[in-house]
């Protein structure tokens, strides 16, 4: 686990535009995705963290996850994955309409089973294993009723990742690929795009603001 604004007021003009991209969500939902013939899917319990967690010292973040207030300490909540052609996806539940965050590609992550204390310590009610998806963005921790559940979706997704890397290099033109999954595979690009045209352009904004905030608190100053 340890390696785990003020408002200002901006004028129309100094606001970044969003791009607009004809896009529609509703093709990525959950009972679409189940209909494709997944490789695998179920529900489990997915860690979430205060941003700010992450970046405590480990003996901190045991006080916080024992002693604090809920809402500071990481939480569990309930999601439904569903591992479709290059993508993992993560729904609030079966009956999702679109996904929780954006799908992520298999290609580039790995997995495994987790055994670090610190995060078994304080599974949730019903599950007795956790397993892990990490990215480089970030390292996702997800809990399962068993060892075996756990090792069932580390094994999948190592497969897809092995299947998605032979696709990748060429090598799989024996290989069987259902056309639904590359239209979603593609559809899942467009959401990741999509997100982080967004928050890029919200950076940049944030960014402007903190920069006018500055110049006003320095001219405050300067004037005083």
């Known amino acids: 686990m340890s390696n785990l604004r003020q408002r200002s007021t901006v004028t129309k003009s100094d606001t970044p535009q969003l791009p607009i991209m004809n896009y529609d969500e509703s093709i990525l939902c959950a009972q679409n995705l189940l209909g494709a013939s997944p490789a695998h899917s ?10 700010i967690y992450t970046f405590l010292p480990a003996t901190i973040q045991w ?5 604090c ?4 300490a990481p939480q ?5 994955l ?3 052609g290059e993508y993992l996806y993560r729904f609030k539940d079966e009956d999702g309409t679109t996904p929780k965050g954006a799908p992520i590609a298999i290609g580039p992550i790995s997995v495994q089973i987790v055994t670090e204390e610190d995060v078994l310590d304080f599974l949730p009610p019903g599950c007795d294993a956790v397993f892990e998806v990490s990215s480089v963005a970030k390292t996702q921790y997800f809990a399962v009723q068993s060892s075996e559940d756990a090792a069932l979706w580390v094994n999948t997704l190592k497969e ?5 890397i032979t696709r990748q290099m060429g090598h799989s033109k024996d290989m ?8 979603y595979d593609t559809s899942a690009r467009r959401l990741i795009e999509r997100k982080a045209r967004i928050k890029s352009r919200l950076e940049a904004l944030n960014k402007k603001e903190q920069e006018m905030q500055t110049l006003g608190g320095s001219g405050v100053g300067y004037y005083s």
Request: proline share 8%; hydrophobic share 50%.
């Open 76 to 80: 569990w909540k309930r999601r439904y």
């Open 160 to 164: 897809m990742r092995q299947a998605c």
């Open 69 to 72: 207030p809920k809402f500071m």
């Open 42 to 51: 179920g529900a489990v319990m997915k860690l979430h963290a205060p941003a």
């Open 63 to 67: 006080f916080i996850s024992r002693f």
């Open 176 to 183: 069987g690929y259902p056309e639904s999954w590359a239209k």
């Open 82 to 84: 569903i591992a479709v």
